[in-house]
Nanobody, 116 residues
Framework: VQLAESGGGLVQSGGSLRLSCVHS????????MGWYRQTPGQQRELVATIGRERDTTYSEAARGRFTISRPDAGKTVHLQMNNLRPEDTAVYFC???????????WGQGIQVTVSS
């Protein structure tokens, strides 16, 4: 099972980025997919998740600026990030949960840097 992230990079404050993650290596889509982020010395924190019924959760920091989507409730998840701020700078990790109670899968992480 692999989760491959793309779309990170450097953007100015107020700009936008779109992260994508593709799940491969299994025939059944994950029950839940999403994004977490981590900065040096800090714990990994939730950004947003989306279930196969397109039910979503967002962190307070992401709500209103970020939108998570999952075409056809399948194996790809996107995170549209608008109005980015320097404090959004982090490594963003794609997350996949096959079934509640199981161990999740993680991508390698992708850097997002927002300059002021």
């Amino acid at each position: 099972v692999q989760l491959a992230e793309s779309g990170g990079g450097l953007v100015q404050s107020g700009g936008s980025l779109r992260l994508s993650c593709v799940h491969s290596g299994s025939t059944v889509p994950f029950n839940i997919m999403g994004w977490y982020r981590q900065t040096p010395g800090q714990q990994r924190e939730l950004v947003a998740t989306i279930g196969r019924e397109r039910d979503t959760t967002y962190s307070e920091a992401a709500r209103g600026r970020f939108t998570i989507s999952r075409p056809d409730a399948g194996k790809t998840v996107h995170l549209q990030m608008n109005n980015l701020r320097p404090e959004d700078t982090a490594v963003y990790f794609c997350y996949g949960l096959p079934t509640p109670g199981w161990s999740p899968y993680w991508g390698q992480g992708i850097q997002v840097t927002v300059s002021s």
